[in-house]
């Protein structure tokens, strides 16, 4: 069973989160709203199947990506959240928290061994 599909998003600490999303509309042309932007992409193996990654500035004393105190999160898109972090526990990988379930998809994070917060996102409806 394949364990990350794709990236799901580039999440990153910033000092001015309104104002650097601007700059990426301005000088970049992304479509920013409230949380980043979207970017839309289709299935390499199945071109019928959308997906999309997340991009967002989180305000630099953001607890999100604690216990990491890195400046940066990397999510990652999964196809079965809890066989993975089944397999991941009995591998000794550090799980932050428990799996939430949104309207939009599963969640945990993780950690690597530097550190690094690292959140899995299963989508809903896909």
């Known amino acids: 069973m394949k364990r990350v599909t794709a990236i799901g998003g580039i ?5 001015d989160p309104d104002k650097i999303k601007d700059w990426y509309r301005e000088h970049l042309g992304f ?36 216990p990491s105190t890195k ?18 526990k009995k591998e000794g990988v550090t799980i932050i928290d428990e799996i939430a379930t949104y309207d939009y998809g599963k969640f945990v994070h993780i950690l690597d061994p530097e550190g690094n917060a690292i959140e899995l996102w299963e989508p809903i409806g896909e």
Not at 11 to 15: I, T, W
Not at 59 to 64: E, I, V
Not at 76 to 84: G, K, T
Request: glycine share 6%; proline share 2%.
């Open 11 to 15: 999440f990153f600490k910033s000092h």
């Open 31 to 66: 479509d920013t709203n409230q949380w980043g932007t979207t970017f839309e992409w289709r299935h390499l193996d199945d071109h019928t199947k959308k997906g999309s990654s997340q991009w967002s500035p989180f305000a630099a004393d953001t607890k999100y990506f604690s």
């Open 71 to 88: 400046e940066f999160m990397v999510n990652y898109r999964v196809e079965n959240l809890e066989w993975l972090v089944g397999e991941l």
